[in-house]
């Protein structure tokens, strides 16, 4: 009972967490599709040297980026000169308008203002930081700023080599033998682990460092860049170029234009889709299905249907709180169906087969089958392949259209009782019966060998040196065949040693019939030159023999 109990606490905690996640995923989906289908009024920044003061609105004459352009360009012609900048707030034209110099600035708007303050207290605020802005920027362009900005500089630099040294010094004489005792001490001593461990550390080291110096030499460079005005305008400039790049629409859909970092958003809430979908799966199945009883092959039928069709309306859902259109999307479909009839065929068979498969049941988890070369128990039905674990504890993967396409023995199909074959031979002089007890008493002796059906011994015939007898078993683990014909197989032998019963060996009988050998007349004629040649190598060798005994 107390089992039972902890199961059912596992299976409720497990799928607590799983609806934990899937909140967790539909309101970071809600958020960002209040984001992405926002429309805020558009505002450009008003930037000096690189820092950004505020941002301001359109208004009637100009939008937000001409107004933004216009104060900024005025203001870099204010820190240019060296007298000191004044900053009021007048009103003119009933609305705030801030002058510096007791020149025009800009005016402040109801669209201008932040978190609903009134145009004048915005005002205020926003001739404030000019101020202090100004004042720093003409600052910043004096010869003592410059002075200690080049120290400044180049004390960066120095600790900056200094820490890169440093570095490769810790990577190398510390980090590097601290990996290696680590390693030595889990028990890898042996030469060829020794190696492999050695090459292991050395690429995660010179990687980290890689990753280390060059994160240094970054933070470096970024804050070189914004000591000086002019090399921090030349950031400001890649860094809104770079980011522009990102949040511009480069895909228009409908009436809504998407950017780089709304598909990412969108492609991770898929996959987060896709990963609450697995979780909802295999929580029904190893913790509700499992529990209630039902069979395997029932389980995985019923997890891969309830994951795919989660999938699927939570995509469709998701798409739509998303701000796509899907009905925009017919014509995308209508080319991708004919790039995929022509390109993904193969994947759309074996999808098919799998939805075949899963429905049809002509194989279900757990089964044992042969296919083609492949003998093994069935581990899953997947989508698109099935895969099989074969008696030597090899996964193949077998694709879902080759199970319907070709033949499959399927032992275990709706019983698990099979019957199993087992050819013997024997010499000519054995007794029939004696070789028939000596089976039947070895398959009763063998466990895995059912009493019902009983064995049976069918004598097939006379071969050509040999009396052929078949011993037919039943037996209800047919993964288990092959150990148990070699069992049977080492009992037979026994058996039919002690009763002198003998197993004949393979012969082949050959037969020479006497007669005249008649030879082709072109190989007569070479036979007569090859003798006519040896004879006058013959003669011409004892001369030469003389010869050399003479000298």
Known sequence: MLVTLNRYFAAFSQLFKTIGVAIALICLLLVSSASAQAQPTEKAPVVLDGRTLFRVSASDNFSAKERADLINLQLREVVQHP??????????????????????????????????????????????????????????????????????????????????????????????????????????????????????????????????????WLGSTFYLMNLFPASRRWSYSAISALITSFTAPIITLGKQGYSIIDLLILMGLLLGLVGVAGAVANVLRSRILSIAGVNRSAQEAITIITKYTLIFIGSIVLLQIWGLDITSLAIVASALGVGIGFGFQDIAKNFGSGVVLLFERPVQVGDFVEVGEYQGTIERIGARSTIIRTLDQISIIVPNSRLLEGEVKNWTYHSAIAR?????????????????????????????????????????????????????????????????????????????????????LPQRDLHIRSGSLELSPQLQKAMLQLSAKLQVEALSQPESVSNGNHD
């Open 83 to 216: 007298e000191s900048a004044t900053v009021e707030v007048e009103e003119r034209n009933q609305s705030p308008t801030i002058v510096i110099n007791d020149r025009y600035l800009l005016t402040v708007t109801e669209k201008d203002t932040i978190l609903s303050r009134p145009p004048a207290d915005q005002a205020l605020i926003w001739a404030e930081q000019i101020q202090a802005f100004v004042q720093e920027a003409q600052a910043e362009r004096g010869s003592e700023f410059i002075q200690k900005a080049l120290l400044m500089a180049s004390s960066v630099i120095l600790v900056a080599l200094l820490l890169h040294v440093l570095l490769g010094r810790f990577w190398y004489y510390s980090l590097r033998p601290g990996l290696q005792r680590l390693w030595l001490a889990r028990g890898r001593t042996k030469e060829t682990a020794a190696e492999d461990q050695a090459r292991t550390i050395d690429t995660l080291l010179y990687l980290s460092l890689a990753i280390a110096r060059a994160t240094l």
């Open 420 to 504: 199993l074959h087992l050819p013997v031979h024997v010499a000519y002089h054995s007794n029939p019966d004696s070789v028939r007890s000596a089976l039947l008493e070895a398959a009763k002796a063998q466990r895995e060998v059912l009493n019902v059906p009983p064995p049976q011994v069918w004598f097939q015939g006379f071969g050509e040196h040999a009396l052929n007898f078949e011993l037919l078993v039943w037996t209800a683990e047919p993964s288990k065949q092959f150990f148990l014909k070699s069992e049977l197989y080492f009992r037979i032998e026994a058996l039919l040693r002690q009763r002198q019963i003998e197993i004949p």
